[in-house]
Nanobody, 125 residues
Framework: QVQLVESGGGVVQAGDSLRLSCAAS???????????MAWFRQVGGQEREFVAR????????VYADSVKGRFTISRDNAENTVFLQMNVLKPEDTAVYYC???????????????WGQGTQVTVSS
């Protein structure tokens, strides 16, 4: 099992920044660095939307077009933690943000077996 706990959400104004963290507990016998870590977001009952993905050792990050240039995903494998730095936030970034883990480089939520509980990000105009 991989247990994920997100933190760092909150209420901010448009143009502000937030940094989300996701702490992982890995009990699969594999090193945290084996996992692709991703951030998704969800608004209400809509499907979870891909935001960003990091491979095991950094580099080769992938971003949704809607956040490219504003959000940065990073990870600290020594601390089993992945981050999402969100700059120049917009009201349309308002959502519950989830981190997810997979052994494969996927972009769709259904392909991620491990999820955190989510953290709310609200951006007011």
């Amino acid at each position: 099992q991989v247990q994920l706990v997100e933190s760092g959400g909150g209420v901010v104004q448009a143009g502000d920044s937030l940094r989300l963290s996701c702490a992982a507990s890995v009990n699969t016998g594999l090193n945290f660095s084996k996992y692709f870590m991703a951030w998704f977001r969800q608004v209400g009952g809509q499907e979870r939307e891909f935001v960003a993905r990091s491979n095991g050792h950094g580099g080769g990050e992938v971003y949704a077009d809607s956040v490219k240039g504003r959000f940065t995903i990073s990870r600290d494998n020594a601390e089993n933690t992945v981050f999402l730095q969100m700059n120049v936030l917009k009201p349309e970034d308002t959502a519950v943000y989830y981190c997810a883990a997979s052994l494969l480089p996927k972009l769709l939520a259904r392909n991620y077996p491990f999820w955190g509980q989510g953290t709310q990000v609200t951006v007011s105009s």
